[in-house]
């Protein structure tokens, strides 16, 4: 079995897909005509989101994270804030690892780690 991809609902349409691209950096491919309905993935295919407008219930922001590896948080970190991005404090689980979150227009808590 193969993991495909998390949905997240969402009356934030919009500014949910914007930060997928923007922040993220995945591209839409496959957007209902509608715009009802996007999936956006990383070039590779192995990473999606797919965001729906609304339906089922919007997600409320509590108990879950994704996380994204990133070559150099640290650099990513001070971009995003410098963008007015409220950013966590790092965290160093051990000498090799380093993350730090941000919210995305929901609310979920949006991890960049080292790869």
Not at 74 to 93: Q, T
Not at 102 to 115: H, S, T, Y
């Amino acid at each position: 079995m193969k993991f495909v991809h998390t949905t997240i609902s969402t009356e934030k349409y919009d500014e949910s897909v914007e930060f997928y691209r923007e922040v993220v950096g995945l591209r839409t491919v496959h957007e209902l005509p509608n715009k009802q309905i996007t999936f956006l993935s990383d070039a590779e295919g192995d990473t999606r989101i797919e965001i729906i407008r609304g339906c089922p219930p919007a997600f409320s922001g509590q108990g879950i994270s994704i996380g994204f590896g990133h070559p150099d948080p640290v650099a990513l970190r001070e971009e995003l804030i410098a963008k007015g991005f409220e950013a966590s404090d790092f965290m160093r689980p051990n000498e090799m690892t380093v993350f730090f979150y941000v919210k995305d227009p929901n609310g979920l808590w949006v991890q960049f780690i080292n790869m």
